[in-house]
């Protein structure tokens, strides 16, 4: 069931109303599919296009520019090893390595139980903190192989469930307009006026 | 938990002493993101003293501020605003929440511990500015940032912050999340706008598509950064004036800076802007508290990864944009990242030219082509198989990204002077040339390095580029 | 004759500014802009940008990304400048900057030349060396502009980026990724002209490539120009691949008769075999076509002329069916079928040359043939193009176009690109009316739907409405008008175009009929006298066996006509069948004697397109076989008939028509070779009155649409292997909502039962059809859709039974 399931259609249609043109919606709704099928799938991206009135090929062009998007299926746990300059000062690379050595498979790759994809990352702006990891996007600091290890540990005996869900879900809550507060979007085009607030200048004025 | 629990540097350094404390003054609190908090220290009065005001005014008021914006290119967000042309509606207010400059973090701090400053920011702005919709885009690889900014919004919703009538006001704005992806050159605020269309992140050509002009939807943006925008909620509760008491007056308030790599207390700290020195900075005991080990300061990125290095000869210019460009670099971000006598220069150079050839957007060629070049020359150098003529083709390569003389620092050492900020480019944004400045500054700075490095001179063949076409003209 | 139809003299306004302009200084150009180039004082144009002006003053700067006729992306940086503003230089790409008043441009500094060397190496370093054997190489921009202005040589010792060798973006167009340097031409083409935003790059920086969604191909009518301009050998097109060298091409101006759009293209061969076509633009000024672009068919279906079926020697049916004669002979036993004929029909000619057509229409005259018709029952009446025409020009400038008629995108495509960039680009809103949803509908302002035969109804309703009344009230209004389904009858149709006419008086009109040289045809004299003589009339006449003669002038009325069951009754009632024609067709099986004509590239000539602009045709290749041109056979029969003609080439043909026809006085050779053509255009009279009649709804359960797609069984399709695996096929195409309520699964066939016959097609989903009705496309392999038809009633109603 790669399409998106009926809740989160509507979860896509009060996301695309937020925009004033629906094209914005494109990436929230990609991860909205990656939240529900762990990466982005074909299926996905044919309905995503549906439901934003362009073709499939756009949502791909547009999505496989991501980083964050992937394609194929991943782990449960995407970990991501930041190896720039502040990292990289500190230790990343042996980080890395150990990191590969634990896991027993090489960055780019996820385990054969299909719990952990192992990569390496860009700078993740916690350069104090070097070097740095992300599990599924949730930030660990100061990481010794030690740690590493113990981070692993506790993935598997699902220590962490808690605190980091699987991979494609971003944020455990969502914003979540009220209804009754919304002012809505309106299409450029819609819009022939200044804001109620703003006192109109009369022309040739200022 | 609030910035005591999590970062180490942050034990202590926010109840000590008397600086002023702008932005970072609820980091202290454990619940610094809630609403409780904030209302508790003084939130949400910025904005009931704004629309106690008329637009205008407040926009003077953050004119008359000098607020730079925090973004990387320093310029006044005042006078940003002002650019949007008479008369055209709708005009919309864009977050830029997509800090990923190496080096750099401070938006994710002000978005994770304090979101209602930041909301307050862009309510004022769009006040202010008479943007009628807010967006407010986040760095994707943020997960904490995004909860603590939807549950911020949900709750300044309810509390009538947000939405129609805002506190009774005919002022309505939306203020709508946004999720990135995980793209740096999304940075970039065309590159943003286009991102916020459902668009590959890649920027438009400026001009025309300056966004105060043409920019989401082809209607007039403001983008603004995320800690310029939470200094207004300071600005507009106690006036530009007591803004401008703190700093100089060409950079006045403070700023935030990340310091990290080869310092004894690496950390985030709200400096004040203009008077402040590198060397307070890295060796201040308020700050970074000196290089670990007792070693030696090797050189030091002043602006995050796209600045030209400095060295120990420019520890005393204090954060102050036109003396940093004279010494050759740029403030940029608000990130120093040092490096100790122990460091491998060419290596650490090699992972930033590394991240700039990887988030090139692809859209320029002397960025997409260029980048990947310089990445495995100097990749091939690093692992011993270079060749002088390989620091040759970097200049030439370089050359073709950034024409003319490039910017560096000054070196006694070497008997070097400066080469002032900026530098000429052939691409549309900035990630081409950054992919350039770290190995140049680098093999400028530290030739002997590279010296040893390439011992072999071969002389290479050179390769016809393209063959003629048989029988053509 | 000029585009504007108002430019004299005479007019009051012109006479008051010209007297003034004795006395004042005229004012300054308010659209002049004075720059530097090159140290030089030249005089550019508001809003251009540099590099279109230095193109205009011959200062050629070089590029890849830039492209005159889509937007400025500045991606490919190759034609940095130095700019100075008053700023001191800065380097810039001149396909970005707009020119300034005062403005220094200079684009051979050593600045910007080490900036435009800089990207070439740039670009080749993952170029592939392998220029002797692409396709490209000899009339490559990047090897061309490495020659004239790059480095030489390269320092790049690193392996280059590598990708699988060419992969299929679509049945035509191959891409080389290696070879792309991404310069965002071709999926600009897609997405700004075109509007199939099928291409698209994908991954990011290094990793960037143009591709397709996974398994949906690039399936646009208008694959073939981004062949055309892509700058370097990464995309190619099939039928041309590895079949020549660009500097063993030998090419020709021609126009394109695929349509009568009548685009101007270039005919390429070598060795005497047509190779490629190839879109001809001839400047934003002056080009008032196509614009550079063509369709994939009109692009591709060359292919049929060198099509081993050619027909190219004349048959004469014997009891072994049709056999080879000499052309004495053939033209003897045509003399004895003619004269020993009381009653001779000439249906046909819209295929051909003006030259062709007007020579027929002189043997007819001559002869006496009354009933003739260019068109075959499935266009409008010839009197539409005494209405006031428009050009395409003018209706891509218009304030609102109204279309009446086919999808533009199946049956005119240039015309649909043409109009899509008005209302996207330009200011034009489209009033649209149609039983279905077409190409055009996403770009038009208003899209009416009517149920098949209730269209004059719908538009006098629509039009009365307050808000687009006012629009139609602010500014110029075009009528394209045409025949929108073949399954309502010709009157009905007509009814449609007047409903407009009657709201908008001061219309003019751009006949949207189909074929290449239709309105050539009609305006050259094979337009029929009345309604009883044209060709539905010729046919039943043949049909109930009161026709001596049935010649077919490169007409095939079994596949063409609406009505096929009356076109086979009559082409076997008819008591003999002669054809002319290039390729054997069901018609030409059936006729008692065959001619071979020329192809086109195969013959000069005119031809008349829509606008009734009359412009050039060339010969590039010899004639297949003994087969000759329309005109020579007309005026051989006229000659062994007793009547001279008077032609003896071409020019003699082209010149009795400048001299006897009052709407091409101007088209003598000379002009039409001028670079727009000339326009040709008979106005007076207007339509003929008909009675709209409103068919309301019988007991039938839907109505029938029956229209064409760009690929269907036309034998220039079917014989072009590019195309022939084009066309969708026969099917009954409805609604989902309608699909759903027949029970039915995709696919299954169904028999649909109309008042005059039944016909077995299989079942097509399809949210382009409007509830209520059946849209079948016309002419596809398959059951005939055409055989439920009957051309004599207003609409055809339709049941299905399920065979089950």
Redesign the interface.
């Known amino acids: 069931m790669s399409r998106l399931n009926d809740s989160n259609v509507a979860l896509a249609r009060e996301i695309i109303a937020r925009y004033p043109k629906q094209k914005s919606a494109l990436i929230p709704l990609v991860h909205l599919s990656q939240q529900q099928n762990g990466y982005v799938t074909e299926e996905a991206m044919r309905h995503i296009a549906e439901l934003i009135n362009v073709t499939p090929a756009e949502v791909y062009g547009t999505a496989s520019f991501y980083e964050m998007f992937r394609f194929e299926p991943t782990g449960k746990y995407l970990i991501n090893m930041c190896g720039t300059l502040s990292c990289a000062l500190l230790g990343a690379k042996q980080l890395l390595h150990h990191a590969e050595h634990t896991l027993g498979i090489k960055a780019g790759s996820t385990t054969p139980d299909g719990l952990i994809t192992l990569q390496h990352a860009e700078c993740q702006a916690a350069c104090t903190e070097a070097p740095t990891l992300q599990v599924n996007y949730r930030h660990r600091f100061r990481v010794t192989p030690a740690d590493f290890d113990q981070l692993v540990d506790d993935l598997r005996a699902g220590k962490l469930d808690n605190e980091i869900p699987p991979h494609g879900t971003l944020g455990r809550n969502r914003q979540q307009i009220p209804a009754d507060r919304a002012v809505g979007a309106q299409h450029p085009d819609d819009v022939t006026s200044g804001p109620a607030w703003i006192e109109i200048v009369p022309a040739g004025g200022e | 938990m609030g910035a005591h629990g999590t970062y180490a540097w942050a034990a202590g350094y926010f109840d000590d002493g008397d600086r002023p404390q702008i932005v970072t003054s609820r980091f202290k609190y454990d619940d610094s993101y809630t609403l409780d908090r904030y209302h508790e220290s003084g939130g949400y009065q910025g904005l009931r003293k704004a629309l106690e005001m008329q637009p205008a005014e407040m926009a003077d008021e953050v004119k008359k501020s000098t607020l730079l914006g925090r973004g990387g290119a320093g310029f006044p967000a005042g006078v940003k605003w002002g650019f949007t042309p008479a008369g055209v509606w709708p005009r919309y207010l864009v977050v830029n929440g997509d800090e990923s400059e190496p080096g750099t973090y401070k938006d994710r701090l002000l978005m994770e511990l304090d979101p209602h400053q930041l909301i307050e920011g862009c309510l004022i702005a769009c006040y202010a500015a008479g943007l009628s919709q807010c967006f407010l885009y986040i760095r994707g690889e943020m997960a904490l940032a995004h909860e603590r900014v939807a549950k911020a919004l949900d709750d300044a919703y309810r509390a009538g912050y947000i939405g129609k009538n805002i506190l009774g006001n005919s002022f309505s704005v939306d203020i709508v999340l946004h999720w990135g992806a995980g793209a740096y050159v999304v940075g970039e605020e065309t590159a943003l706008i286009e991102s916020l269309e459902g668009e590959r992140g890649m920027p438009r050509v400026k001009p025309p598509y300056f966004p105060a002009a043409i920019g989401l939807y082809g209607q007039p943006t403001i983008v603004n950064n995320v800690e310029t925008l939470a200094n207004l909620p300071f600005i507009a509760a106690n006036g530009s004036a007591a803004y401008t008491a703190i700093g100089t007056e060409t950079s006045p308030g403070t700023r935030m800076i990340a310091v990290s790599g080869h310092v004894k207390r690496p950390g985030v700290y709200e400096i004040i802007n203009g008077t402040t020195t590198f060397r307070d900075l890295i060796y201040g005991e308020n700050f970074g508290q000196g290089i670990r080990d007792g070693n030696e300061l090797k050189a030091f990125v002043p602006g995050g990864g796209s600045a030209p290095w400095f060295v120990a000869d420019q520890l005393d210019i204090p954060f102050e944009g036109r003396q940093a460009s004279s010494a050759g670099s740029m403030l940029g971000s608000g990130a120093v990242i040092v490096m100790d006598d122990t460091t491998d220069i060419p290596a650490a150079a090699l992972t930033l030219v590394k991240f700039y050839a990887h988030e090139s957007c692809g859209k320029c060629v002397p960025c997409r082509e260029g980048g990947t070049w310089l990445y495995r020359i100097l990749e091939r150098i690093v692992a011993g198989n270079g060749t002088d003529a390989d620091l040759d083709t970097i200049r030439e390569v370089g050359q073709s990204i950034c024409p003319g003389e490039m910017p560096h620092a000054a070196s006694e050492r070497l008997g070097l002077d400066a080469v002032p900020f900026p530098y000429k480019m052939t691409t549309i944004c900035f990630v081409g040339p950054s992919a350039y400045v770290p190995v140049h500054s680098a093999m400028t700075l530290f030739p002997e390095e590279f010296a040893v490095l390439v011992t072999k001179r071969e002389v290479r063949s050179m390769i016809p580029v393209t063959a003629a076409p048989v029988g053509g003209e | 004759m000029s585009d504007e139809p108002d430019n004299d003299l005479t007019n009051e306004d012109d006479l008051v500014a010209a007297d003034t302009a004795v006395e004042t200084i005229p004012e300054p150009d308010p659209n002049a802009v004075a720059i530097t180039l090159n140290g030089r004082e030249i005089v550019a144009r508001k809003g251009e940008t540099i590099i279109a002006a230095a193109d205009r003053e011959g200062e050629y700067i070089p590029r890849f990304c830039y492209h005159p006729r889509m937007s400025?992306?500045?991606?490919?940086?190759?034609c940095?400048v130095e700019v100075d503003t008053g700023r001191g230089p800065?380097?810039q790409?001149s396909c970005?900057?707009?020119v300034l008043p005062e403005m220094k441009v200079e684009t051979n500094t050593p600045?910007a030349k080490?900036?435009q060397e800089?990207?070439?190496?740039?670009?080749?370093?993952?170029?592939p060396?392998?220029?002797?054997v692409c396709d490209k190489?000899?009339e490559c921009p990047?090897?061309d502009q490495?020659?004239s202005h790059?480095?030489?040589?390269?320092?790049?010792?690193?392996e280059k980026r590598h990708y699988e060798k060419p992969i299929a973006l679509s049945e035509h167009v191959l891409l080389d990724r290696e070879r792309c340097?991404?310069c965002d031409r071709c999926t600009r083409f897609a997405d700004e002209v075109a509007g199939d935003?099928?291409?698209?790059?994908?991954?990011?920086?290094?990793?960037?490539q143009v591709?397709?969604?996974?398994?949906?191909p690039f399936s646009s009518y208008f694959s073939g120009n981004t062949v055309q301009i892509c700058p370097v050998g990464a995309l190619t097109a099939k039928p041309y691949r590895f079949k020549a060298?660009?500097?063993d091409l030998e090419q020709v101006e021609s126009t394109c008769t695929s349509c009568s759009v009548g685009c101007r293209i270039s005919v390429h061969s070598s060795r005497d075999e047509l190779l490629r076509f190839q879109g001809v633009d001839t400047g934003a000024d002056s080009d008032s076509v196509n614009w550079g672009w063509m369709c994939d068919r009109g692009r591709f279906n060359f292919e049929s002329i060198e099509a081993g079926h050619r027909l190219g020697v004349p048959l004469v049916r014997s009891e072994a069916g049709l056999v080879d004669t000499s052309w004495n002979s053939a033209l003897e036993l045509a003399r004895q079928l003619i004269d020993g004929a009381s009653s001779i029909g000439l249906l046909g000619g819209a295929r051909g040359t003006n030259e062709g057509a007007f020579a027929w229409a002189q043997l007819a005259d001559a002869v006496g043939i009354a009933h003739r018709d260019a068109q075959l029952g499935d266009g409008l009446s010839a009197e539409l193009l005494g209405v006031p025409r428009a050009t395409i020009n003018q209706a891509a400038a218009a304030n609102t176009v109204i279309l009446v008629g086919p999808d533009l995108k199946e049956e005119l495509p240039v015309l649909y690109l043409r109009l899509r960039d008005a209302a996207v680009h330009g200011h034009t809103k489209i009033i649209e009316f149609s039983s279905q949803s077409t190409g055009i509908t996403r770009y038009a302002w208003r899209s009416i739907r009517h149920a098949p035969g209730l269209g004059p109804v719908e538009i006098a309703k629509t039009l009365a409405d307050p808000t687009i009344a006012a629009q139609i009230a602010s500014g110029d209004v075009v009528l394209v008008a045409g025949r929108s389904n073949m399954a309502v009858s010709e009157a009905t149709a007509l009814a449609a175009v007047q409903a407009v006419l009657s709201a908008v008086p001061n219309a003019t009109v751009l006949p949207a009929l189909r074929r290449g040289n239709v309105v050539g045809a009609l305006q050259l004299g094979l337009a029929p006298v009345d309604v009883d003589h044209d060709a539905l009339a010729t046919l039943r006449l043949a049909a109930a066996g009161h026709l001596d003669l049935l010649v077919l002038l490169g007409a095939d009325p079994i596949n063409d006509c609406p009505d096929a069951d009356l076109a086979r009754r009559a082409i076997a009632g008819a008591r003999h069948v002669i054809s002319i024609d290039t390729l054997p067709s069901e018609s030409t099986q059936q006729a008692d004697l065959v001619f071979p004509a020329a192809a086109f590239a195969e013959q000069r000539g005119t031809t008349t397109n829509l606008e009734g602009r009359v412009s050039r045709l060339n010969q590039k290749v010899t004639v297949h076989g003994t087969a000759r041109p329309d005109w020579m056979i007309a005026s051989e029969l006229a000659s062994v008939l007793g009547h001279d003609l008077g032609f003896t080439s071409i020019d003699d043909v082209t010149a009795a028509i400048a001299a006897t026809v009052p709407a091409y006085a101007s088209a003598t050779p000379t002009a039409i070779d001028s670079a727009d053509g000339v326009l040709a255009v008979n106005t007076g009279g207007g339509l003929p009155s008909v009675e709209a009649t409103e068919a309301q709804p019988s007991g039938y359960d839907y109505r029938l649409v029956v229209s064409r797609k760009l690929y269907d069984r036309a034998v220039s399709t079917t014989m072009s292997p590019s195309l022939a695996k084009l066309p969708i096929g026969a099917g009954a195409h409805l609604h989902p909502a309608d699909h759903d309520r027949v029970g039915e699964p995709d696919g299954a066939e169904v028999r649909l039962v109309s008042a005059s016959g039944s016909v077995v097609l299989p079942l097509v989903s399809d949210d382009t059809v409007q509830r209520g009705t059946i849209w079948a496309p016309f002419n596809q392999a398959g059951a005939d859709i055409t055989d439920i038809v009957d051309s004599s009633t207003a609409v055809t109603d339709v049941r299905i039974e399920r065979l089950t």
């Open positions: 400025s992306v500045g991606m490919c940086r190759q940095m800065m380097l790409p970005m900057i707009t600045m080490r900036a800089g990207i070439l190496e740039l670009l080749l370093i993952n170029h060396l392998d220029c002797p190489g000899g990047l090897q490495t020659l790059g480095p030489g040589e390269s320092r790049f010792v690193e340097i991404l935003k099928l291409i698209q790059f994908i991954e990011r920086g290094n990793a960037t591709s397709t969604f996974p398994d949906e060298r660009p500097w």
